[in-house]
């Protein structure tokens, strides 16, 4: 590996130079320790250290301090590693945390003992050349993809903005702002932190969802990073306060929360390397996790993905042709995707090679889910999020050398300083108690008294939070059909861009886009109207042709004049046989009754 001389004032471990497990991990170590240790082989030292027999060496490393003093086995390992970056908590761990230094002498022991299956098992998990690991170009590539995934969130609310909480829209936002400040006083501030505090006009609104455009911009443009990082933080948080309704989705937490340790990422990398690791981790898991706690037992006995391509919100035009899949298979198909969401989450705090085996089974299901249904930018979010799972030197292998070196010069940060990096690490414990208490509270453990406070304190901010999808499958596709007319008897559709309507429109495209109302209009369908206060609201602007409102519409039959009266019919809605595709229509459905009765605005008395 090295010459040492006898006169080297640098510490030195010494190894079993016929030990490939050995020799191996001394590699790996001088990497990570550089020039501040020395290795050599007992085969080239030995007649240097008389006083420690042959036997010595070959059971254990040695550790030789400048002053002589010696050290053996786990300690010296671990007085090796202080001597490289972040390593240095192990020898403490050893030195202060009881029984910690008689459980790593029995590891060490053990593995010593049986060092030729560790060294297969080495060389399975981190591969033949394994080097500390680097994060520069991941981190660079993490960020511009993240700047993509916040340009479609914001360009997306930003086009349907004003239908929604604009002063002509569904749910004014001015209004909501005025009924925030009556009912929450001074606290509002920090119970829905949002910068609509300070002006909640539609010129605002509008200037918070283009901001949000030109810093995710920026981000792609790696111009002022950090700065972009903290401000889309904050218009977005803020239009999750001020979206109402239609802000309710758990992809735009995940952005958010996403969003925040990204910021964390790029001030102190490897802290938020392992917390975007660990949202990863939560979300998946608790994905999984919900499906059996709820009971459902479409997910129990394997049959829910029969019902999935159908009844879910916006499917796909491939959606179709998934739901022709035989039971059998997509039974099978929901057996596997308990697997990766169940199992494969514990791959992530596994070695590399097992993290490169969770991560590949992660985007393969959402690639699977990106095919068949539209759900915005929530699925390329979570392909993102698998990227920390995977360092440079994977990266290398599956990239060009000449743009491997391009990007690596580029994406060359600062170096994290030590009152950075502890403050980051504070943060990062306080995440992780937060999160964990969040999950316990999943499978019916109460949380702790800190926890509680913590929640309090915290849970406006949205850094941590609880996830969970499709815990109940539905097994049928209700759908609501808006009609107008003028004289009660006449009734003539409208059309949404997005949902399903005429029986002969087949499923649309909108990745990365979200139809924010379409989607409301399928959780509309599993709930009754009187619960649903922005329903009549979205009826009144309809009755009143409000532009805003009826742009996000495909299509008005009362372009001219608004109708004098408006109703809300229930279909049950199933996909057309084979047949009737081959005629070009998608769907066939069946009147179920009457969702919401006839409304129309009264004329006030002469």
Partial sequence: METVSANDPRPLLIYDGDCGFCKYWMRYWHKLTGDRVAYAPYQEVAAHYPDI???AFQKAVQYIAPDGQRASAAKASFLTLSHAESKGI???LYRKLPGFAAIAEMAYAFIAAHRPVFYRLSLLLWGKDHEPPRYEVMAWFFLRGLGLIYLAAFLSFGTQAMGLIGSHGILPLAEYVDVLRTHLGSERYWLAPMVFWLDASDAAIQAVCWAGVSLSLLLIGNILPRLSLLLLYILYLSLIYGGQAFMTYQWDLFLVETGFLALVMSIAPMPGIWLLRWLLFRFMFLSGAVKLLSGDPNWANLSALSYHFLTQPLPTPLAWYAAQIP???LAFTTGTVFVIELVFPFLIFCPRRLRFVAAFGMVLLEISIFLTGNYNFFNLQTMLLCLPLFDDAALRKALP??????????ARGQKTSEPVYYAAMALAS???????AQMEAVFGVRPSAIAEVIDKGLSPLHIVNRYGLFAVMTTKRDEIILEGSNDGAQWKEYAFKYKPGDVTRGPQWNIPHQPRLDWQMWFAALESPQHLPWFPRFLQ???ENSPPVMALMESNPFPDKPPVYVRALYYDYAYADSTDREKGVWWKRKLLGVYFPVA???????
């Fill in 430 to 436: 306080l995440i992780v108690f937060y999160s964990f």
């Fill in 327 to 329: 039971a059998g298979v």
């Fill in 600 to 606: 129309f605005i009264a004329k006030p008395h002469p």
């Fill in 90 to 92: 192990w020898l403490t």
């Fill in 541 to 543: 602007k309809v009755l």
């Fill in 401 to 410: 050398q000449g743009i491997m070196r391009l990007l690596a010069k580029g």
């Fill in 53 to 55: 027999p042959v036997a």
